[in-house]
């Protein structure tokens, strides 16, 4: 009688790099930064840390290949989209204005932080720390290819995407902050009007302008007052002499 050998059950999702780096995005939505270890990592993936080790080095490794995959799924809603010059009359049939890109850009950065809270602080290291890894061309390439079919002068490029990339980034995590700082069950219309009554209250003569403005914080939107500040860049832009 032959004995045959079983064979073992082949596994059907074996360990990969982009497994290990969904993973560690769950874990940080779930837990923040502090929580994430390759220890914590194997057990959400039924598998050991070494195992983890052969695909990822290190913690920093991952964060920065977590960061990345968050911001390339936020920018791919951008990828596919055709860019018609400001001033061409295609930009209202066949393709959306430059402006819009850049709207539709920044608002997917918004989004994706504001859903992922560790990302604002991942993203400020990153740019920082090593400024030539994927993360940083990538939000810089989304943001200057429309810049440039703004038609503003070439030698402005820089310094306009620059200018809209960091009002973006830090106008994006001061949001996501102010929304960890309240918590999930916080009224945020309760918590404004708290705000503009504590501004109304300021000295009159050493806050006239605070004051006069506090009344707008009531009915204030987020995301309209974010891309109103955009706006005003590219005002900037279009007033400036080619």
């Known amino acids: 009688m032959t004995t045959r050998t ?20 769950e874990l940080l939505d779930a837990d923040g930064e502090g929580k ?8 959400r993936l039924t598998t050991g840390p070494g195992a983890i080790y052969w695909h990822v080095a290190n913690k920093s490794e991952l964060l920065d290949a977590a960061t990345d995959a968050v ?12 860019v018609a010059p400001a001033t061409s009359a295609a930009s209202t049939t066949t393709a959306d ?15 994706a932080i504001d859903a992922h809270p560790w ?7 990153q740019l920082s720390r090593t400024p030539g890894q994927s993360v940083a061309p990538r939000i810089f390439e989304s943001i200057g ?3 440039s079919a703004l038609e503003a002068p070439e030698s402005s490029w820089f310094t306009v995407t620059s200018a809209l990339v960091h009002y973006i980034l830090g ?7 102010n929304g960890r700082t309240l ?3 916080a009224d945020r219309s309760e918590f404004l009007d708290t705000t503009a009554r504590a501004w109304e209250a300021l000295d009159s003569d050493d806050y006239p302008f605070t004051r006069a403005v506090a009344v707008q914080i009531r009915d204030h939107d987020d995301r309209e007052q974010f891309l109103a500040g955009i706006d005003l860049i590219l005002n900037g832009v279009a007033a400036t002499p080619s």
Do not use: K, M, Y
């Open 6 to 25: 079983r064979r073992p059950e082949r596994r059907e999702n074996p360990l990969s790099r982009e497994r290990i780096v969904a993973a560690a995005v």
């Open 36 to 43: 994430l270890t390759f220890r914590a990592l194997a057990e």
């Open 71 to 82: 911001v390339a799924d936020a920018l791919a809603v951008e990828s596919d989209r055709p």
């Open 97 to 111: 204005s430059p402006r819009d890109g850049i709207h539709t850009v920044a608002l997917a950065l918004f989004d």
């Open 119 to 125: 990302l604002a602080t991942q993203l400020a290291a």
């Open 145 to 147: 290819r429309q810049v």
């Open 171 to 177: 106008a994006a995590g001061q949001n996501a902050a």
């Open 183 to 185: 918590g999930p069950g």
